[in-house]
């Protein structure tokens, strides 16, 4: 099951090329048609998921390159259940987006349908190689959309996006090979399963080194403070559907890294980190907030804005607590959804208006009152209103951040960072929304969304009621893996010899 | 599912619909559904009173009615449950009888707006988070009622979406709101990390256990609590979004900014007066805070010409009091006042309202004058609320204030400071309120070309409730401390001392006759008066400069200092270090000059290269 999520988007791309470009139709067909499959399965596997279950469910191992040991191993585990989820929906929102792309629409589709299966792929791998394939797989149909496809200075950006992540997944590569080498000394195993190196003790100074090689890629993928530089020009210069992906759901494969690998494997390197990492989330919580109340123009400011809650996500994860992790989990899906809804509203803005700058747009909400409504409650949604999804998650986020072991020393001035950065996030949301929506309009003839645009922002509304009423379904499924994470006992010794006692 | 959960859900029903279909249906229609699903409330409200009266007194607290359970992580759970005991059933018949008052001269006060039913839906909208913020059974739907309240004041007062001012007026008051809420939301943390729940029940049942009085901690929460209280109910110095909020329609203004939300954060006090009682350093801030929010806004409403922004200093001011009242520890004597202020401030707004109506707009008092004659019901229902604000004998606000002052002396807490405080303020709220008075109803008019008329009947009913209400509303009072009792397991004491009383009454009408004195006899005096302290008017005229002192220190350099980030920090800091960082690995590479032919394999190679180096570092260190 967990490969068909993988494999159908995947085939599709590959069968798209061999479809002829003018026959739009076909094109169409083939890229919905799998899209949707791959939600459909995602589904699937969401409804038959053992929440009980802190363990990784629907295994699937096939030998792959036998001796390295290298297997194709993939499951599904609470941690990243709803980032399957959450992709495999953000790849119908994105393919149904760029339908409406006229430039090469079969390779574009091809190249989302790639990104989407990578992106899948790195949730679901557990085998180490495996999911540093899938990691550089996300990067090629980036490069490609935003460099072809993109607006502005796109082969800048392009440059940029490509140089920062391939350092940093460089460098996973060499902590990856160093993390079996490490498990190699111990036990004599070459093994690439994450699931027993986790169980692998290494020694506190080797952790800091491989720690922080994990630490750069997954940060520089977020992207943390003050990595994030490639963020504002890769996500202006992106088109909306890929942002979608990009900020919606390739955006919270570093974090997911950082739980997967960093601090399963290195538990006394985040504790001598936590700290720092904290305060680095934390400034670029404000910091983003900050730039983002400068911004003019709208797709920058939203931008700015992810970095700001990309943030919270990694201050929850590094609070290492219950409330902390399953505050930031929820908040990947939240953010997944409420920054990929902002985005297909600047784009709705900027499609009709021609235009995303706040000093020229003014009063839309006279003329388009549906747009004015979803765009009030993701607006909502995205400062953390009490009541909506997103104040869950920020809720739970700073709650753990204020009871943290790791993070007691700082924890009052830390949520007292995260408290000015929901400020903030009111003055740049209403900036923002008011600055597009109300006082005098410019025009009279504009039109309100259609039906389908409405169909796009429509599961985003319902999912920010529904996390906001009654998140306990979704924190469920989460919890008990969660709470294994927490609980992991290192049971393979690196210095088997001097530690007798425990073999 | 028991029934008082239909109190919250008429409205909230009402807003879901009106939102939907509130443009497809007859306005007739959308007023209906607007008025008759806080109506309904009100009925509901009704049964769960005569409910818990049924009841013995010790059995109506601590009713705690689950819904479903919210969350539930390892060490966290939270239920989506309401709390119906007589606090919070008390708010709710203030909540959705006023209400549905408001509602009712909504219909007619709004009937030409194109708008209509889109300002029922978010008055709907309004009384459903009020009933949220006042029906949680615990601190994090507290939160999200907070929040919704904020939220539903910030629409109400950008109703006129095309304005301007409204717009910024809005935007301030929600952000100064969300300021609050984040006090709120750290209070909550710190109190689940002390009780392990955020539920008031187990809260307040373990609070005595766990602290001593003015232990760190609960003087933490307290504070970090008030953050929230302040904020909501505008007092010094998170006030200033309450008289700018005077840019929505006069029912928002009589409902959110006068008779409810406002006073949501006497109503925190009294919820969590266990969590007060055990840090009376707080007590004592609260009390010297509200007396002097009371007495400074005050000063400020007695030089506004704006009928609207008078009457919102008032509030702001009559909320002063109910802080004093909470901090002196007097809670019931608070919600009483809380009640009677409800009613008679409600009243004032509408009246004023009725006025503004008449005169298409207007609501500079100086272009206002000798209305009395042309609206008699208006001019005497005013005249109702303006004696019950003033505190004169026998009207409403007589009994609540009254109350309130004698016990800034008498009680544990109370000194002559604060009593002497307390009755100065009262004479100002009877001067600046008959100054309004007589500028708007007395002499002769000074916009002659204006064409003023008596409120329709849909206008005029809510007046004549609310102006019964003001007036006889006073002998509810033994009745509410009775009733209240149980919340707050403390006998009222009933202080009685003539010379005090008597003092404060002079004072009182001294206001009144001096009011008279200026206004009614020509213009004259009150020049000389305004010349001879030009600097001290001038002060108060501008609100102690209290917004350009605000956005000189805070809103302008936060702007600053985003556009500096972004500049210097982020264009020419950060992402320049990067490139040049990019442009020196190309040097280098280009310098060795192996890798010439193509950009990205020069960078991949350095890389792979880097790589090797690393990891052989990595291995054999």
Sequence with gaps: MLSLIILIPLVAALLLIFVSRDNTSLVKTIAIGAASATLAVSLWMLASFDMGNPQMQFVQSLHWVPALHINYLVGVDGISLWMVVLTAFLGVISILLSLKQEKSLRNFVALMLALEAGTLGVFLALDTILFYVFWELMLVPTYFIIGIWGEGRRVYATMKFVIYTLVGSLLMLVAILSLTMVHYGATHDVTFDLRILTHTHIDPSMQIWMFLFFFVAFAIKIPVFPLHSWLPHAYVACPIPALILLTGAMSKTGAYGFLRFCLPLFPDAVESMALVIGLMAATGMIYGAWIAIAQKDIKALVAYSSISHLGFIVLGIFARNEEGIEGSILQMLNHGIIASALFIIVGIIEMRMGTRNLSELRGLSKTMPILYGTFMLVMLAALGLPGLNGFVGEFLILMGVWTSHLLSDLSGILVLMGGLSIVFASIYMLYMFQGTMQEKPNSENVSDIDSGEFKLLLPACLLILLIGLYPKPFIDRVSPSVGSLLHLEKTVNLDAGKDSDQH | ?621
């Design chain 2, 1 to 621: 599912m028991s029934s008082s959960w239909l109190i919250l859900l008429f409205p909230l029903a009402g807003f879901i619909f009106l939102s939907w279909y509130g443009e497809r249906i007859s306005k007739t229609l959308a007023g209906w559904i607007g008025c008759g699903v806080v109506g309904a409330s009100f009925i509901t409200s009704l049964v769960a009173l005569s409910d818990l009266l049924f009841l013995p007194a010790e059995e109506r607290v601590g009713r705690v009615h689950v819904l479903y359970q919210w969350i539930s992580t390892a060490s966290f759970k939270l239920d989506l449950a309401i709390l119906v005991d007589p606090l919070s059933v008390f708010m709710f018949l203030i909540v959705t009888g006023v209400g549905f008052v408001i509602h009712v001269y909504s219909v007619g006060y709004m009937h030409d707006d194109p708008e209509y039913s889109r300002f029922f839906a978010y008055l709907n909208l309004f009384i459903f988070s009020m009933l949220v913020l006042v029906a949680a059974a615990d601190f994090f739907f507290l939160i999200v009622g907070w929040a919704l309240v904020g939220l539903a004041s910030y629409l109400l007062i950008g109703f006129w979406r095309e304005k301007t001012s409204a717009v910024l007026a809005a935007r301030k008051a929600f952000i100064m709101n969300v300021i609050g809420d984040v006090g709120m939301v750290i209070a909550a943390f710190a109190i689940f990390e002390s009780f392990g729940t955020l539920s008031f029940v187990d809260v307040f049942a373990a609070a005595p256990g766990t602290f001593r009085p003015n232990d760190d901690q609960i003087l933490l929460i307290t504070l970090l609590l008030l953050v929230g209280a302040f904020a909501k109910s505008a007092q010094l110095p998170l006030h200033t979004w309450l008289p700018d909020a005077m840019e929505g329609p006069t029912p928002v203004s009589a409902l959110i900014h006068a008779a409810t939300m406002v006073t949501a954060g006497v109503y925190l006090i009294a919820r969590c007066h266990v969590l007060y009682e055990l840090a009376p350093y707080t007590m004592y801030f609260i009390a010297g805070v509200g007396i002097l929010t009371a007495v400074f806004a005050g000063t400020m409403g007695m030089v506004q010409y704006d009928i609207k922004r008078v009457i919102a200093y008032s509030t702001m001011s009559q909320l002063g009091y109910m802080f004093l009242a909470m901090g002196l520890g007097v809670y019931s004597l608070g919600m009483f006042h809380l009640m009677t202020h409800a009613f008679f401030k409600a009243l004032l707004f509408l009246a004023a309202g009725s006025v503004i109506h008449a005169l298409d707009g207007e609501q500079d008092i100086r272009k206002m004058g000798g209305l009395q004659k042309i609206m008699p019901l208006t001019h005497a229902t005013f005249l109702i609320g303006a004696l019950a604000l003033a505190g004169f004998p026998l009207t409403s606000g007589y009994f609540s204030k009254e109350a309130i002052i004698l016990s800034s002396y008498h009680e544990d807490m109370g000194n002559f400071v604060f009593w002497a405080i307390a009755v100065l303020t009262a004479g100002m709220t009877a001067f600046y309120i008959f100054r309004v008075y007589f500028y708007t109803f007395a002499g002769k008019t000074r916009s002659p070309e204006a064409h003023p008329h008596e409120s329709p009947p849909m206008m005029v009913l809510p007046l004549l409730i609310l102006a019964t209400l003001a007036l006889g509303g006073g002998v509810l009072g033994p009745w509410v401390h009775e009733f209240l009792g149980p919340v707050f397991g403390r006998e009222v004491h009933h202080h009685h001392d003539g010379g005090l009383e008597t003092i404060a009454l002079l004072v009182g009408i001294g206001g009144i006759v001096t009011a008279a004195l200026l206004y009614l006899t020509g213009k004259k005096r009150m020049e000389l008066i305004k010349e001879a302290f030009a600097p001290l008017y001038d002060l108060l005229f501008h609100k102690y400069y209290i917004d350009e002192i605000y956005d000189l220190l805070i809103v302008k350099p936060t702007k600053a200092i985003g556009a500096f980030l972004e500049e210097k920090v982020e264009k020419q800091g950060i992402d320049f270090a990067v490139d040049q960082i990019g442009i020196q690995v190309k040097e280098v590479s280009r310098g060795i000059g192996v890798w010439q032919s193509g950009r990205v394999r020069t960078y991949a190679l350095n890389m792979i290269a880097g790589m090797v180096i690393i990891l052989l570092f990595v291995v054999f260190l």
